[in-house]
Nanobody, 128 residues
Framework: QVHLVESGGSLVQAGGSLRLSCRAS????????MAWFRQAPGKEREGVSCIIWTGLMSDYEDSVKGRFTISRDNAKNTVYLQMNSLKPEDTAMYYC?????????????????????WGQGTQVTVSS
Protein backbone atom coordinates (compact mmCIF):
# COMPACT_ATOMS: atom_id res chain seq x y z
CA GLN A 1 0.00 0.00 0.00
CA VAL A 2 1.42 3.35 -1.07
CA HIS A 3 1.86 5.76 1.80
CA LEU A 4 2.95 9.39 1.43
CA VAL A 5 3.89 11.58 4.38
CA GLU A 6 4.55 15.28 3.93
CA SER A 7 6.50 17.46 6.34
CA GLY A 8 8.15 20.86 6.51
CA GLY A 9 5.15 23.16 6.44
CA SER A 10 5.24 26.15 8.74
CA LEU A 11 4.42 29.80 9.26
CA VAL A 12 6.92 32.03 7.45
CA GLN A 13 7.16 35.70 6.57
CA ALA A 14 6.82 36.90 3.01
CA GLY A 15 10.13 36.64 1.22
CA GLY A 16 11.19 33.66 3.29
CA SER A 17 11.92 30.08 2.33
CA LEU A 18 10.71 26.61 3.25
CA ARG A 19 11.56 23.12 2.12
CA LEU A 20 8.81 20.56 2.05
CA SER A 21 9.55 16.85 2.11
CA CYS A 22 7.41 13.88 1.15
CA ARG A 23 8.55 10.42 2.11
CA ALA A 24 7.01 7.53 0.23
CA SER A 25 6.68 3.93 1.34
CA UNK A 26 5.02 0.80 0.04
CA UNK A 27 6.22 1.31 -3.51
CA UNK A 28 9.19 1.03 -5.82
CA UNK A 29 9.92 4.75 -5.83
CA UNK A 30 11.66 4.88 -9.19
CA UNK A 31 8.51 3.51 -10.86
CA UNK A 32 6.56 6.59 -9.82
CA UNK A 33 6.14 10.11 -11.07
CA MET A 34 5.86 12.51 -8.15
CA ALA A 35 4.13 15.87 -7.82
CA TRP A 36 3.15 18.62 -5.44
CA PHE A 37 -0.27 20.23 -5.30
CA ARG A 38 -1.77 22.88 -3.06
CA GLN A 39 -5.20 23.98 -1.94
CA ALA A 40 -6.04 27.28 -0.32
CA PRO A 41 -9.23 27.75 1.71
CA GLY A 42 -12.22 28.22 -0.59
CA LYS A 43 -10.21 27.41 -3.70
CA GLU A 44 -9.76 24.37 -5.87
CA ARG A 45 -6.67 22.23 -5.60
CA GLU A 46 -4.00 23.32 -8.07
CA GLY A 47 -0.88 21.68 -9.38
CA VAL A 48 2.45 23.16 -8.31
CA SER A 49 5.15 20.96 -9.75
CA CYS A 50 5.96 17.44 -10.94
CA ILE A 51 9.10 15.40 -11.51
CA ILE A 52 9.83 12.26 -13.46
CA TRP A 53 11.49 9.16 -12.04
CA THR A 54 15.07 10.16 -12.87
CA GLY A 55 14.65 13.69 -11.58
CA LEU A 56 15.96 14.99 -14.90
CA MET A 57 12.69 16.51 -16.06
CA SER A 58 10.24 18.60 -14.09
CA ASP A 59 7.47 21.09 -14.67
CA TYR A 60 6.03 24.01 -12.73
CA GLU A 61 2.86 26.02 -12.52
CA ASP A 62 3.52 29.50 -13.89
CA SER A 63 3.14 31.40 -10.62
CA VAL A 64 5.93 29.42 -8.92
CA LYS A 65 8.44 29.24 -11.77
CA GLY A 66 11.76 30.69 -10.72
CA ARG A 67 10.82 30.50 -7.01
CA PHE A 68 10.13 26.82 -6.35
CA THR A 69 12.35 23.84 -7.12
CA ILE A 70 11.26 20.22 -7.05
CA SER A 71 13.77 17.43 -6.55
CA ARG A 72 13.86 13.80 -5.52
CA ASP A 73 16.24 11.48 -3.74
CA ASN A 74 15.49 7.99 -4.99
CA ALA A 75 17.75 6.43 -2.38
CA LYS A 76 15.59 7.96 0.34
CA ASN A 77 12.21 7.54 -1.37
CA THR A 78 11.70 11.25 -0.86
CA VAL A 79 10.59 14.16 -3.01
CA TYR A 80 11.26 17.75 -1.99
CA LEU A 81 9.85 21.16 -2.79
CA GLN A 82 12.20 24.06 -2.11
CA MET A 83 10.15 27.23 -1.91
CA ASN A 84 11.91 30.60 -2.02
CA SER A 85 10.63 34.18 -2.16
CA LEU A 86 7.37 33.06 -0.62
CA LYS A 87 4.31 35.25 -1.04
CA PRO A 88 1.08 35.43 0.98
CA GLU A 89 -0.72 33.91 -2.00
CA ASP A 90 1.37 30.76 -1.57
CA THR A 91 -0.53 30.08 1.65
CA ALA A 92 -2.21 26.69 1.30
CA MET A 93 -2.21 23.07 2.32
CA TYR A 94 0.46 21.37 0.24
CA TYR A 95 -0.05 17.80 -0.88
CA CYS A 96 2.34 15.24 -2.27
CA UNK A 97 1.06 12.90 -4.99
CA UNK A 98 2.38 9.81 -6.75
CA UNK A 99 1.44 7.92 -9.86
CA UNK A 100 2.77 4.63 -11.14
CA UNK A 101 4.36 5.08 -14.54
CA UNK A 102 2.45 3.17 -17.21
CA UNK A 103 4.14 4.14 -20.44
CA UNK A 104 5.27 7.78 -20.17
CA UNK A 105 8.69 7.76 -18.55
CA UNK A 106 9.95 11.08 -19.95
CA UNK A 107 7.37 13.71 -18.99
CA UNK A 108 4.99 14.48 -16.16
CA UNK A 109 1.71 16.29 -15.62
CA UNK A 110 0.64 18.66 -12.88
CA UNK A 111 -3.04 17.90 -13.11
CA UNK A 112 -4.67 16.23 -10.12
CA UNK A 113 -6.52 13.68 -12.23
CA UNK A 114 -3.21 12.16 -13.28
CA UNK A 115 -2.38 10.99 -9.74
CA UNK A 116 -3.79 8.14 -7.71
CA UNK A 117 -1.91 8.34 -4.41
CA TRP A 118 -2.02 11.31 -2.10
CA GLY A 119 -0.59 12.35 1.24
CA GLN A 120 -2.43 14.08 4.06
CA GLY A 121 -0.84 17.46 3.45
CA THR A 122 1.32 19.97 5.27
CA GLN A 123 0.23 23.54 5.95
CA VAL A 124 2.21 26.48 4.61
CA THR A 125 1.23 29.93 5.84
CA VAL A 126 2.97 33.04 4.53
CA SER A 127 2.40 36.23 6.48
CA SER A 128 2.67 39.65 4.88
Amino acid sequence: QVHLVESGGSLVQAGGSLRLSCRASGLTFTNYTMAWFRQAPGKEREGVSCIIWTGLMSDYEDSVKGRFTISRDNAKNTVYLQMNSLKPEDTAMYYCAAEHIADNWETCLITSGAYTHWGQGTQVTVSS
